[in-house]
């Protein structure tokens, strides 16, 4: 359907227009020497346009660059920001924290500790809570206290699923059905395979056969893959898991890092699900660092039943700054004051807004695409219908086209999320951001597949 020529003139266009309107991005990446491959994080060399954009200021749903243009965010920091950017509560709480009262990071627990448990036990079903620094840090602990627990060596992912860099999830289904580890695993302690079993998304007789080895400490998922695009259960894949983990005695982990974008409390709540343990990070801080897990009673009894365990010394050492002060402020405000029940409602029926406008321009010009949302986030994908699983997505990936869309809709104000099409909403976008969006979609659509 796409003229491979004509997209890769477009694309050659759009990054030449995008470096003559940065001039101070461009120069500020050239003159990086003291930056391992010239950025904070290696991965910010993903961008679509050679060089990333460098940040000015932030409101909102909206980012002004170094050269003062200023972009519909859609990316939301990958869901850091899903509260939108220094929401106001969240501004208030910590800079009572950091400048008024003090107090960072001091060892101490803070009364709002238990205000921001307590919250999260409400929206996640889940009675008792622990802090990390990172949605990451929250699985790797997450993963470690399962093995303790159930003695079993494995954790158990699927397919193209992403949890951070937990070792453990870095293992793919092969063309030939096999498990392997997957590319990138960058410097792995040892082979995946020892640690890890994997299956496809939706593929209940593959997790079955996978669990019934019989040692399977957890598994390890999100409610719908949101990583390699979106990938949504089909009807009874959920509910399969639950009972498949019970029936074979492993423990299941829900992480709604980005699932949370299903409702106030997340997919877990949103589509009625029973996890025995749920881990998220991002979005519940507002954009201060936090992770934080949930465990069930019965997980968190048979834990503290363990003295052996040591979970108060060396086995409880879940970093020095996890739960600290200023990380605990910011999430009470985000949770309390910010995502709010109401604020899901209006930020679902914009994203909803979102994703019948492009399905709408994807059919007007008559593409094989799809789209896909979870609540507040939306995806388009280049294959219809969508995905069904993470070696289907990602088989429907498209680098030059996901490149010439990020930089067109860049050149145009509109920023999505760096790593796939995905477009969040936060309580501060509007109907006009969406529209914005629109416009710049359907002359990227108009120009690359003229009738
Ligand atoms: C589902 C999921 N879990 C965990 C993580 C890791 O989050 P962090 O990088 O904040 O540790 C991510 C990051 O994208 C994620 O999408």
Redesign the pocket.
Known sequence: MIDRSRLAALLTRERATFAEKHPRSAAAYASARHLFGRVPMTWMNKNAAGFPLYLDRASGARVTDVDGHEYVDLSLG???AMAGHSPAPVVAAVQRRLAELGGASAMLPTEEAEQVGSELARRFGLPVWSFAL????A?RWAIRLLRAVTGRQRILVNSYC???SVDESLIVVGEDGGSYSRDGNVGAPYEVTWTSRVAEYNDLAALEAELAHGDVAAVLM?PAL??IGIVTPEPGYLAGVRELTRRYGSYLIN?E??TFSAGPGGATRAWGLAPDVV?I??AIGGGIPV?AYGLSDELAAALLDRPELDLVDMGGVGGTLAGNALSIAATRATLGEVLTDAAFVEMIDTATAFADGVRGIIAGRGLPWSVAQVGARVEYAFVDPGPRTGGEANAAGDPDLADFLHVYLANRGVLLTPFHNMALMCPRTTAEDVARHHEAFGSALEELSPR
Do not use: L
């Open positions: 990958d869901t850091g990172s949605a990451t840090d699985n992403y949890h951070g999100e949101t990583n992480d890092t980005h881990t990070g991002k992770g």
